[in-house]
């Protein structure tokens, strides 16, 4: 009862997959034989292991069979994934299955479903035949939910085949990383992304207005590049501020010097936004006349502001319940290909936290520890540039717009 065979199956070696089930195995003081191993010998084949993982006890044999599941083990006989009942609304059954943002599939009626809208720390349901991925707020009575970690299996992210720029950046926080090159790198990535109808998505602080960097996003999404927008009240509002008086939270954006009565500039902006019926149409009147809002607007592209306890006004388009934001959010990002993070730690992690794993993801911060925590809780595809967005962003742009005609 204290041992178990489990298998694996991807390129285990190049990614390192073997040598961390390894590591997890001994770390908790457990033991493993390898019963098989087939090497891949081309770099497109596939290689295959087969363990016997030993516990001291059923106790801390299962608390191993944990960990390892995350790394992609999986039962070498089919096993049908447990169900059980939710008892009430937001109430799950014990024992419940709680998701990685990685590609993850279950054995439900003899067939391989994959489950959808995947992301970390979640649920599974089984749902008109289909599983689902969903939030403890949203499970309903009656719900079938998968308990335990039988007839799940996990697909955890690989070394890329061919070569990838992006495989060279993981790893890792540095402020010494050549940022110069890094730029071009993710400017051509995101070219590429454009020409084979890919989704960008950006992730945006008010630190972007603040340090300069507003014209070079506005500029970004009047050119295409991005196809959505999340963000909260404070972007937007010094964003209009910008336009209506020059001032990003009372500071003159072109001498860095607070100017008198500027303390009152971003009221005023919320004042009039309300009094033109929001957003669209202060800039459909032509209230506002530039910027990062106003480009979205023209160019039809979709934004999400989550609110905040912080939020003056806040803006009529800002969604002040938490739990409609999230839900907004996962359903804008379901079919983006790549996220950029700028200058933002909350609203970063909470985006991080609905994304697949399987999304090119950069986060690009001044202080270090906002990636290192961003990673820390799960986003571990996370490229993390340490600069200042003000540097960054129309370093960015100025990439896109030199290197567009050799991808477009």
Not at 28 to 57: P, W
Not at 106 to 128: H, S, T, W
């Amino acid at each position: 009862m204290n041992t178990r065979e489990v298998e694996f199956e991807g390129h285990l070696i190049d990614s390192m997959i073997l040598p961390k089930v390894l590591d997890a195995i001994l770390d908790l003081d457990g033991e493993f034989e390898i019963l098989e191993f087939r090497v891949g010998k081309r770099k497109e084949d596939y290689s295959y292991a087969r363990l016997l993982v030993i516990g001291k006890d059923e106790k801390h044999l299962m608390e191993i069979l944990h960990v390892l599941h995350r790394l992609g083990a999986r039962i070498p006989e089919a096993e049908e994934v447990e169900l059980a009942p939710a008892p009430a609304d937001k109430v799950v059954p014990e024992n419940f299955y709680v998701t990685t943002n990685h590609l993850t599939f279950v054995n439900y009626g003899g067939k391989k479903l994959r489950v959808e809208g995947i992301g970390m720390d979640k649920l599974i349901a089984i749902r008109d035949g289909k599983a689902v991925c969903i939030f403890l707020n949203e499970v309903k009575k009656g719900d079938l939910i998968v308990v335990g970690e039988k007839g799940v299996t996990v697909i955890p992210p690989e070394r890329p085949r061919r070569v990838s720029h992006f495989q060279f950046m993981g790893g890792g926080v540095s402020s010494e990383r050549p940022t110069e090159e890094l730029i071009e790198i993710i400017a051509d990535e995101i070219l590429k992304l454009k020409r084979s109808g890919g989704k960008v998505a950006v992730v945006a602080g008010p630190a972007i207005d603040h340090t300069g960097a507003r014209n070079a996003l506005a500029g970004m999404i009047r050119d295409g590049y991005v196809d959505l927008l999340l963000s909260g009240n404070a972007l937007a509002v010094h964003d209009m501020e910008l336009s209506l008086f020059g001032t990003s939270l009372g500071m003159d954006i072109k001498t860095g010097r607070p100017v008198p009565g500027g303390n009152r500039h971003h009221l005023y902006t919320i004042s009039k936004v309300i009094a033109a019926g929001g957003i669209r149409r202060a800039v459909e009147e032509g209230t506002i006349r530039d910027g990062i809002m106003y480009e979205c607007i023209k160019n039809n592209v979709p934004f999400i502001l989550a609110g905040s306890i912080r939020d003056d006004g806040p803006l009529p388009e800002v969604i002040t319940d938490v739990m409609e934001a999230k839900k907004a959010m996962r359903e804008a990002i379901q079919d983006v290909d790549m996220v950029i993070m700028l200058a933002t730690m909350l609203h970063s992690i909470a985006v991080g936290n609905l994304l697949p794993s399987t999304v090119k993801t950069v986060c690009v911060d001044v202080n270090p520890a906002t990636v290192t925590k961003l990673i820390d809780r799960g986003t571990a595809q996370a490229i993390g540039i340490v600069t200042d967005v003000g540097l960054f962003v129309p370093e960015l742009y100025k990439k896109l717009k030199e290197r567009k005609e050799l991808w477009l």
